[in-house]
């Protein structure tokens, strides 16, 4: 059981490329995230999907896009890369639980991207 | 609006010596709050988390927490520091309420264990 799975894994990118991240999980979840992860900040949410079909914006979505290509996979893309977006990125996933929040998220290994 | 403070940058214990990682939570209405722990180069993974069932909250690796509503701290404590818990924790809380489940993170802790 792989869980939740990013490619990849690491990445250099020069300013005003492009490039998109993949994750997939196996989990049957039905809400997927992006996160990035900047020394001293914590994690902080970029786009969520509560479920297939729908994306929202989490608290840093500028520069980023995402799509929810089915239940398992949810990708970001970079559009025009900046070195502020180099950073260290992850998916993460989660049932939903009845109450609808309180519900674990189990995240991947993480994508380093570097933009010169 | 929620939000979560972990009180230390960083935390250095000695091997078989007591673990304290603090954190305190704002939030308006009763929140879920977890500890994840993200080892070097790692993802982050679950420790424990609190749903508003019992206040004192058990984890893996030996780790435990209690949620204390009059002084809206959550702090993860260990008995005895072991070399492979050397990581960064992050104290969590979830904003209640909605069918999201958006995670608001504090800015981590990160314990090294000197043998």
């Known amino acids: 059981n792989a869980g939740v799975t990013q490619t990849p894994k690491f990445q250099v990118l020069k300013t005003g490329q492009s490039m998109t991240l993949q994750c997939a999980q196996d989990m049957n979840h039905n809400s997927m995230y992006w996160y990035r992860q900047d020394p001293g900040m914590g994690l902080r949410l970029i786009y969520y999907?509560?479920?297939?079909?729908?994306?929202d914006k989490g608290e840093v979505p500028n520069g980023y896009n995402v799509s929810r290509l089915n239940k398992r996979e949810f990708s970001l893309r970079l559009e025009s890369a900046a070195p502020s977006q180099t950073s260290v990125y992850f998916c993460a996933s989660s049932p939903i639980s009845l109450q609808g929040y309180g519900d674990t998220q189990y995240f991947g290994p993480g994508t380093r991207l570097t933009v010169l | 609006a929620q939000s979560v403070t972990q009180l230390d940058s960083h935390v250095s214990v000695s091997e078989g010596t007591p673990v304290l990682l603090r954190c305190n939570y704002s939030s308006s209405y009763s929140p879920s709050l977890f500890w994840y722990v993200q080892h070097p180069n790692k993802g982050l993974q679950l420790l424990l988390k609190?749903?508003?069932?019992?206040?004192l909250v058990k984890g893996i690796n030996g780790f435990e927490a209690e949620f204390k509503k009059s002084e809206t701290s959550f702090h993860l404590t260990k008995p005895s520091a072991h070399m492979s818990d050397a990581a960064e924790y992050f104290c969590?809380?979830?904003?209640?309420?909605?069918?999201?489940?958006?995670?608001?993170f504090g800015t981590g802790t990160l314990l090294a264990v000197q043998p």
């Open positions: 969590v809380v979830t904003p209640s309420g909605g069918a999201t489940n958006k995670l608001i």
């Open positions: 999907s509560a479920s297939e079909g729908t994306t």
């Open positions: 609190y749903t508003s069932a019992a206040t």
